[in-house]
């Protein structure tokens, strides 16, 4: 297992920027692919993002694709998402999770069984 605590969340202007932290504790950090994922009001939990244990893969969904980027420091125990651009639509509570893949280096949109407690970001226009 893995405790996941996220932090960098806020009340943002349209055209804005945030960056989201996600600090691990617990088992190896570079053992596990990390993701974003985000639950607007009203909706599902939707993938953001995904990175690799090495940080060599990415993966975005379409409509963050060339604003959003996620990055990882193994040495720190923390992935990031770094937000541009941001819509009214981005508005959500934004969790971190991580998947256990040690042997196999994907940034994988599916499989998360540990979460962090979310972040609200908020976009007014």
């Known amino acids: 297992q893995v405790q996941l605590v996220e932090s960098g969340g806020g009340l943002v202007q349209a055209g804005g920027s945030l960056r989201l932290s996600c600090v691990a504790s617990g088992r190896t950090f570079s053992s596990y692919a990390m993701g974003w994922f985000r639950q607007a009001p009203g909706k599902g939990r939707e993938f953001v993002a995904a990175?690799?244990?090495?940080?060599?893969?990415?993966d975005y969904t379409d409509s963050v694709k060339g604003r959003f980027t996620i990055s990882r420091d193994n040495a720190k125990n923390t992935v990031y998402l770094q937000m541009n651009s941001l819509k009214p639509e981005d508005t959500a509570v934004y969790y971190c999770a991580a998947d256990f893949t040690l042997g196999i280096d994907i940034a994988s949109r599916y499989g998360y069984d540990n979460w962090g407690q979310g972040t609200q970001v908020t976009v007014s226009s």
């Open positions: 990175i690799s244990r090495s940080g060599g893969s990415t």
